[in-house]
């Protein structure tokens, strides 16, 4: 369909608002290019920034990125993510469908062949970066 997905982050880089949640979003919308119009949908289970996204039949999948543990005016801080969320568009609602100990330190990216999930993770404080790679059929 003509449709396009945006999912909450981070709400402007260099400027922090106040100390409340409001420089970062959970908020997803969907936009219906033919019609001109966005319709809010179900908010993402936690403040992330970061992440990637892959879509698989009616499941976009949410991987990797930092949570916002603590919004500092000018400092968040942030703790590595190692969830992976699904999101079903069509019934507009979340769930947990597994978790992985890699230490993202937020970036990364992922990607879908055939029915495997590739996550390249990127660490910060190693030269080195991990590859996990899962079977959809686990979980999608």
Same mark, same amino acid.
């Given at each position: 369909? $003509?449709?396009?997905?945006? #999912? =909450?982050?981070?709400? @402007?880089?260099?400027?922090?608002? $106040? /100390?409340?949640?409001?420089?970062?979003?959970?908020?997803?919308?969907?936009? +219906?290019?033919?019609?001109?119009?966005?319709?809010?949908?179900?908010?993402? &289970?936690?403040?992330?920034?970061? #992440?990637?996204?892959?879509?698989? /039949?009616?499941?976009?999948?949410?991987?990797?990125g930092?949570i916002?543990?603590? +919004?500092? &005016?000018?400092? &968040?801080?942030?703790? &590595?993510?190692t969830?992976?969320?699904? #999101?079903?568009?069509? +019934?507009? #609602?979340?769930?947990?469908?597994?978790?992985?100990s890699?230490?993202?330190? =937020? =970036? =990364? @990216?992922a990607?879908?062949?055939?029915?495997?999930?590739?996550?390249?993770?990127? $660490?910060?404080?190693?030269?080195y +970066?991990?590859?996990?790679?899962?079977?959809?059929?686990?979980?999608?």
């Amino acid at each position: 369909e $003509d449709e396009v997905y945006m #999912f =909450g982050g981070m709400h @402007c880089i260099w400027r922090y608002i $106040d /100390n409340n949640d409001n420089n970062f979003s959970k908020q997803v919308y969907k936009y +219906n290019v033919s019609n001109n119009t966005w319709i809010s949908l179900e908010d993402m &289970p936690t403040y992330l920034v970061e #992440f990637s996204l892959v879509q698989s /039949n009616d499941v976009i999948l949410l991987i990797g990125g930092m949570i916002v543990t603590e +919004n500092k &005016p000018g400092k &968040p801080i942030y703790t &590595p993510n190692t969830v992976i969320y699904a #999101f079903d568009y069509v +019934n507009n #609602f979340w769930t947990s469908v597994d978790k992985y100990s890699y230490n993202t330190a =937020g =970036g =990364g @990216c992922a990607a879908l062949y055939d029915d495997l999930l590739f996550f390249i993770t990127l $660490d910060y404080n190693s030269v080195y +970066n991990n590859v996990w790679v899962k079977s959809l059929l686990d979980f999608c």
